[in-house]
């Protein structure tokens, strides 16, 4: 059994989004996933990307918000909604409403977000659209 204190728990930023990491390789002993809670104001984007060994499932818990998918395809997601990418899937999520939104995103096995936290995602973000 593992019981993972708040305390221990650490915030990743990056313009606008905000991912709480609830169950990382640095508060937890489990080899097989990475939980988050991933919160993002009105407007704010996840660039697109893709994991390559990991699957990703994403939970809606409130909001609504447009997911990027490849080519410039996008669909709406809203509170509730489940979505699985598998390994190599790209994908992203933007914020179009005009309150916050927040999802559980569920990683297997774990990815470290650190790095990707660290990027530029404005410029990802600006670059895309030309």
């Known amino acids: 059994m593992e019981l993972i204190r708040a305390e221990n728990m ?4 990056n313009s606008g989004v905000e991912s709480r990491q609830l169950l990382v390789k640095g508060n937890s002993g489990s080899t097989r996933l990475t939980v988050t ?7 704010a ?4 990307h893709r ?11 409130y909001g609504e918000a447009t997911l990027l998918l ?5 669909d709406v997601l809203r509170a509730g909604d489940v979505v699985r990418f598998a390994e190599n899937d790209i994908h992203g999520l933007q914020n179009c409403g005009t309150t916050p939104l927040e999802y ?3 990683t297997s096995p ?4 650190t790095k990707s936290y660290a990027q530029d995602w404005a410029r ?3 670059d895309s659209k030309t």
């Open 10 to 13: 650490t915030t990743l930023r």
């Open 104 to 106: 559980i995103a569920v």
């Open 51 to 61: 994991h390559e060994r990991s699957e990703q499932v994403w939970i809606l818990l």
């Open 37 to 43: 809670r991933v919160a993002m104001v009105a407007g």
């Open 110 to 113: 774990p990815v470290d977000f």
């Open 70 to 74: 490849p080519n410039g395809q996008k």
């Open 124 to 126: 990802a973000v600006r």
């Open 45 to 48: 984007v996840n660039p697109r």
